[in-house]
């Protein structure tokens, strides 16, 4: 069973900027396409950026030329740099296969606000 482990959020004025981490343990990491998902309060969880194991990238128009997924399949961890955060931001953030094949980690908070 895969466990993920995201980290990295907090509270962040309009405008800043985060980067999120996600370790994930097994060995099949680098072979799947990870993707960062967020889902806010009353919202569907989205995704909101994928990364192949090519490293091939892929973003939806919500957050393309803010956001940048990126890899490094030695340590089996996925970022995610925010960056020009709005508070439509918010959300939780949670990595994952993509499409998802793995339980839910915790994720970590992301609140964008003055």
């Known amino acids: 069973q895969v466990q993920l482990v995201e980290s990295g959020g907090g509270l962040v004025q309009p405008g800043g900027s985060l980067r999120l981490s996600c370790t994930a343990s097994?060995?099949?990491?680098?072979?799947?396409?990870m993707g960062w998902y967020r889902q806010a309060p009353g919202k569907q969880r989205e995704v909101v950026a994928s990364?192949?194991?090519?490293?091939?990238?892929h973003y939806p128009a919500s957050v393309k030329g803010r956001f940048t997924i990126s890899r490094d399949n030695a340590k089996n961890t996925v970022y995610l740099q925010m960056n020009s955060l709005k508070p439509e931001d918010t959300a939780v953030y949670y990595c994952n296969t993509n499409p998802p094949f793995n339980a839910w980690g915790q994720g970590t908070q992301v609140t964008v606000s003055s």
């Open positions: 097994g060995s099949s990491f680098s072979i799947n396409t």
């Open positions: 990364i192949t194991s090519g490293g091939f990238t």
